[in-house]
């Protein structure tokens, strides 16, 4: 893809969308990593669930009953380093745990459109590296998974489109989650408050020793 | 945190209703003349500290300060598209709030509003059933009002005047000043007096270029004044001056107290004189009468959370519930004497509701501060205000009263500018190059008073307690639009007059009640047909009945509300001790 090759996404999308329906037809996920993982988003848990059985309570929750699989989480991370990198400055999203953040939001979310929005999202971004790159997000380069996710913010005004949407979902939350950090907070932005200030700081004036 | 059982069996001097800015001032104004005060607020008394966690950082946080799964506050798409009772809709929330309580920190101060419905045109209405109220989180902008606000009729020939000038209250915005302290800048605008100010807060340089840019239209940014004690209050042991620590943009409220709020600033030194009394989760149903003097007996309320009624005795009684909350009661207390309700003889409680519209807005970047390094901004208790400009000297031609700015600016704990487009490298590196250059403003303008926007008693709908439900009857109408228009257009042209570069216009108006400075639901006058209460917030038709909240005003200004409703009550209760004291109510 070039700048001069604009990417006509409602046309494109027919293509990959067949594609994603083939694979899906075989009940075949283009996850190349873990293969013997349950569905994304029918994780034992999401089943356990539906059925109606408690949920497990405190600590537990935590580490037995994760709404991704570790393929999804995978591919999360990799969604969300693509949005907020590391670079020379501070770390990226990986760096701050944001599929962390993400995965505890969606799990413990009461809004089923939300869990739907990233559950058919991840399939979605899969879909879409396989048709332009030929390969799973997650084995892309990162030039590659930038050219996915530029299809997506070029057409960032289409949000009747799902995978539009899960675009702005997924940048909502990775911009949450990070800026929400330590990373995020003290490297990146070097934010200057939250502690004991002596005198307030204007125009032209050094930041003042804090006590 | 126990109090002592309330003795609900003694008649006391005085029965307040509420514990917010209002019934906190009248509290503490009552006690320290040596009056035996009892003061009731519907909600909990909350261990605020622990609710406020002003020095938490987001990653500490189980949700990053963001509320818990399960509950959903109100977005302005949802004011729109949805009429009142918000509940159905939300079945998935176990909690729903107003717009107000979106973060950990003030979801427990405003109240669910599924317990407390009301009815009618679309409104957000935010409410804080809690001891202290709205206070606990209020945004702290202390203005004054001039004789251009109180005398306004005489201007532009609009509405009515107060019954009251500024040399009637001033010398009460002095008291409150001293009392609860205020930081700013003496600009000795003649339409936005002074008050004693501590010491003020400093300009960042988006300001300064801000201020510098429109000094040649002859307009007036000024420091945020902020009700905020930023050198400490000798008299007062509950609340610490500002050490200006940051986060102070975050939704929530002060927890050193700084801030001024009514259980620190007022109530807590009330109870130390050992006059008053408070009982907390007592929701008034009813102010009582005595049907031989048509007097004011006392007040009819209900346990919260055993469900139990009471009723208390007092010589006097005070409402201070806010606006629609204290019409609200006084057109619930109907009796053979007072079939519309206490109080309402004119036909007035409930109407010439008024407020502030909000919603046109203005942001940019000083883009010589792109790149510079990470300034403290959000350390201030508040960022600027530009003051009103419209009918002051020259009558503009498409409407009459004004409006203010309230504008904020520089980097904050959560970074503004990630709404932007894009992704990746240059995304990322955009917005921690531009935090501290962004600076942003919106308009606060007078919603004239008009008797056909109102509330009254829906016949259906019930809270969660049984009390009939408030219905809205409000719109904003043709002068508040063709000034929302006016701001967008100002708000540009001065961004530009300062060379800042505009990123964004906006003239969307917010939904009725975004400002939360709902006013005038029981106005004072001097004419009983035309007014609810009189100079000293003392109704025309029951002398022992006193209604000291915003609900008096009689028109909105475009200044924020709260000093004045302080200052007006202190004078009130004043009147008050004075002819309890003397046997005249």
């Known amino acids: ?211 | 945190m126990a109090e002592p059982e309330a003795d609900l069996s003694k008649k006391y001097d005085a029965v307040i209703i509420g514990s917010g800015a209002a019934g906190g001032m009248a509290a503490h104004v009552l006690t320290t003349h040596g009056l035996q005060v009892l003061l009731l607020e519907a909600g909990k008394k909350l261990n605020i500290e622990q609710e406020l966690r002003s020095m938490e950082w987001p990653y500490d946080n189980a949700n990053r300060g963001g509320l818990p799964p399960g509950s959903h506050s109100l977005n302005h798409n949802e004011y729109t598209i949805r009429r009142p009772p918000y509940g159905p809709g939300f079945e998935k929330s176990k909690n729903l709030y107003s717009y107000i309580g979106n973060s950990d920190y003030a979801k427990n101060i405003v109240v669910n509003e599924r317990d407390n419905p009301y009815t009618g045109t679309n409104y957000a209405w935010v409410r804080a059933r809690c001891l202290g109220g709205k206070t606990n989180i209020w945004g702290r902008l202390a203005l004054r009002l001039s004789d251009y606000d109180f005398k306004a009729k005489d201007r532009d020939g609009y509405g009515e005047n107060w019954p009251i000038s500024y040399s009637d209250i001033a010398p009460y915005y002095d008291k409150v000043d001293l009392y609860l302290g205020i930081t700013g800048v003496k600009e000795n605008l003649p339409y936005l007096p002074d008050s004693i100010f501590q010491r003020p807060t400093k300009l960042n340089c988006a300001e300064v270029t801000l201020k510098q840019g429109i000094q040649k239209m002859g307009r007036v940014l000024t420091q945020y004044r902020a009700g905020v004690t930023t050198d400490g209050l000798k008299h007062n042991k509950y609340r610490s001056r500002c050490y200006g620590r940051g986060a102070c943009s975050r939704k929530g409220g002060c927890d050193i107290h700084a801030a001024f709020d009514s259980p620190t600033g007022l109530i807590y030194p009330a109870m130390d004189t050992g006059n008053l009394t408070l009982r907390t989760n007592s929701v008034a149903r009813e102010i009582t009468v005595d049907p031989e003097t048509g007097k004011a007996s006392g007040v009819h309320f209900t346990d919260s959370q055993t469900m139990k009624d009471y009723t208390v005795r007092g010589k006097a009684v005070i409402v201070a519930a806010s606006t629609l909350e204290s019409a609200r009661l006084l057109l619930l207390s109907k009796s053979r004497l007072y079939p519309n309700g206490l109080a309402n003889s004119s036909g007035h409680v409930g109407h010439n509701f008024c407020e502030h519209i909000m919603g046109p807005y203005v942001a940019g970047q000083a883009t010589d501060l792109v790149g510079k390094p990470p300034t403290l901004d959000d350390g201030r208790p508040g960022s600027f205000y530009l003051t009103r400009f419209r009918n002051l000297a020259e009558k503009h031609p498409k409407f009459i009263r004004g409006y203010g700015f309230e504008g904020g600016s520089g980097s904050s704990m959560f970074p503004p500018g990630t709404d932007s487009s894009g992704f990746g490298a240059s995304f990322k590196e955009e917005i921690r190059k531009n935090q501290g250059s962004y600076i942003a403003m919106g308009a606060f303008g007078e919603v004239l008073s008009r008797y056909e926007n109102f509330v009254d008693l829906d016949p259906l709908v019930k809270d969660k307690w049984g009390i009939p439900s408030l219905r809205f009857h409000y719109k904003f109408g043709d002068n508040e639009h063709r000034m929302a228009e006016d701001m967008k257009e100002t708000a540009q042209e001065m961004f530009e007059a300062a060379g800042l570069k505009i990123i964004f216009v906006s003239d969307r108006v917010l939904t009725e009640g975004w400002s939360i400075h709902e006013l005038g639901t029981a106005r004072m006058g001097n004419d009983p047909k035309t007014s609810v209460l009189n100079q000293f917030q003392q109704s025309h038709d029951v002398k022992n009945l006193f209604v000291v909240d915003g609900s008096a005003f009689v028109n909105a200004s475009c200044q924020n509300p709260t000093w004045t409703i302080m200052a007006l009550c202190w004078r009130s209760c004043d009147y008050l001790a004075d002819q309890l004291a003397k046997n005249e109510l």
Not at chain 1, 102 to 131: A, F
Not at chain 1, 143 to 153: D, H, N, P, Q
């Open chain 1, 1 to 211: 893809m070039s700048a001069k090759d604009p990417i006509d996404l409602k046309q494109d999308r027919r293509q990959w969308l067949k594609t994603s329906a083939t694979v899906l037809g075989a009940a075949v996920l283009p996850l190349s990593r873990v293969s013997t993982d349950a569905l994304p988003g029918e994780s034992q848990s999401a089943q356990a669930s539906s059925a109606g059985a408690p949920q497990a309570a405190g600590g537990e929750a935590k580490s037995g009953a994760r709404f991704f699989t570790p393929a999804q989480h995978t591919l999360i991370e990799e969604l969300s380093e693509t949005i907020i990198p590391a670079d020379s400055h501070s770390g990226g999203a990986k760096a701050a745990k944001v599929a962390d953040f993400i995965e505890q939001t969606v799990r413990e979310s009461t809004d089923d459109q939300q869990k739907t929005t990233w559950r058919e999202g991840l399939r979605l971004m899969e879909s879409m590296s396989q048709h332009y790159n030929g390969k799973s997000f997650v084995d892309a380069s990162a030039e590659e998974k930038i050219a996915v996710l530029k299809v997506l913010s070029d057409n960032e005004q289409m949000t009747e489109l799902p995978e539009v949407q899960f675009f702005h979902e997924l940048k909502r939350l990775t911009v949450r989650g990070y800026y929400t950090s330590k990373i995020g907070i003290h490297d990146e932005l070097e934010y200057k408050g939250n502690r004991v200030l002596m005198e307030y700081v204007g125009c032209g004036d050094p930041t003042p020793p804090t006590t």
